[in-house]
Each structure stands twice: as C-alpha cells, then as structure tokens.
C-alpha cells in the first residue's frame, strides 16, 4: 500500500502477518504511525539512531564555532558519559518525555550538577533534530523542572574563632607580605569579620638556652 508522508512524498508501506487478518491489523498499526514520521532533512530522521544524532550534534557545534573549545569539550564529556548510556540504543521517535524525565530524576538523585549537565546537552541536541524537522518537538521541553536543593549555610561557632585564634598565636608573627585568613561568624546576633595574620610555614628555631 502507498502512503503519503506528512512531507508530501508517497512512500510503500507493507506488513505481513500469520493470517491476513493479522496482517491487516499489522498494516493500519503502521498507518496509525506515520502521523508521527518524519523524513527529516540531511542526515537525520525520526529513525535515526541517537548516537547519529550526537555525531551530527558535535559537527554543527564545530561549524557554527561559536562556542570556547573548552566549552565544547564540556559537552561532549557531558553528552558521552552522561547521556549515552541511557539513550544509545534509541531511535530519535522512542526518545520520550517520559523516557528523559525519568532519566534526569535519576541523575538528581545522584547530584543535581549531574542533571543540570545532562539537560543541557539533551536540549541542544534534540533541539538540532527538531530544526532538522527529524522530530515533532523537543521532548526535553516537557520534562518537569530541575530544582536546586537548599545550600546550607556554614558558620563557624565562638569557640571555633577561639581556638583559631589560639592556634594563630602560637606561631610567630609573619613580616610584610604574608597571606591573610578571613572567618565569618555570628557574633551577637550580627555577623563579625575576623581577620588574622596566617602564620609562615615554619615556626621559629628555639632559641638557645
């Protein structure tokens, strides 16, 4: 049977089954889904393996040049050794909102720097095959947001400045030059800088008796 794509192109479509009944359930399956297909532009596609898409990814990265080398390098780290494992073995139409919203609460789950990082590079990538006409949408778009957990605030407690400060003392004083140390603490209800000389990185030869 021939079937016009949403690209305007007709194409054959064909599907076998264990008696003909089957096979025209198999046949109006295959209709059903050529609402969602795509015959992209270039190299990419609603079939094209994920990893196709990286490499494709990488090289209009490279063309456009407008991003640090460092830059760059960062997300093919982040794309190969985060995003990868999950999504090697997927076409570009499997690739799910589903599919990556679960994959990046469990890459929270093991930091949020982690999922940040993956989402990214999700984004820009999946964001080329939907500019490349290979997708309907960029699933990454539809994924819940990423929160940042609460950072916790660090202070140091009166005794603590105290026995810095004792430490401190007992080293000899430095001359002109040397490295300053800031503690931040709460001091009666208000917070109080603390600054001290850091000691050399030797103390002094006793003096002989």
């Known amino acids: 049977m021939r079937f016009r794509d949403d690209d305007g192109q007709l194409r054959s479509v064909e599907a076998t089954g264990s008696t003909r009944k089957a096979a025209e359930r198999s046949l109006k399956e295959k209709l059903a889904a050529r609402g969602?297909?795509?015959?992209g532009m270039g190299e990419l596609s609603a079939d094209t393996p994920f990893p196709t898409l990286v490499e494709v990814w990488l090289e209009d990265l490279d063309l456009e040049d407008r991003i640090a080398v460092s830059t760059r390098d960062l997300y093919e780290r982040d794309m190969r050794t985060l995003v990868m494992p999950a999504f090697e073995h997927f076409t570009l139409r499997e690739i799910s909102i589903s599919k990556i919203d679960r994959f990046l609460k469990g890459q929270a789950k093991v930091s949020y720097s982690r999922a940040k990082h993956a989402k990214v590079?999700?984004?820009?990538?999946?964001?080329?095959?939907?500019?490349?006409?290979?997708i309907l949408r960029n699933p990454v778009l539809g994924t819940a947001r990423l929160r940042r957990p609460p950072s916790?605030?660090?202070?140091?407690?009166?005794t603590q400045v105290e026995a810095i400060r004792h430490a401190v003392g007992a080293w000899r004083r430095?001359?002109?030059g040397q490295p300053q140390v800031y503690v931040h603490c709460p001091v009666s209800c208000a917070d109080a800088m603390v600054k001290y000389?850091?000691?050399?990185l030797s103390r002094a030869a006793p003096t002989p008796r």
């Open 152 to 158: 916790k605030v660090m202070a140091l407690r009166i």
């Open 36 to 39: 969602t297909y795509s015959a």
């Open 121 to 134: 590079v999700l984004n820009l990538a999946l964001g080329l095959a939907l500019r490349y006409e290979a």
């Open 174 to 176: 430095g001359g002109k």
């Open 197 to 200: 000389q850091l000691p050399t």
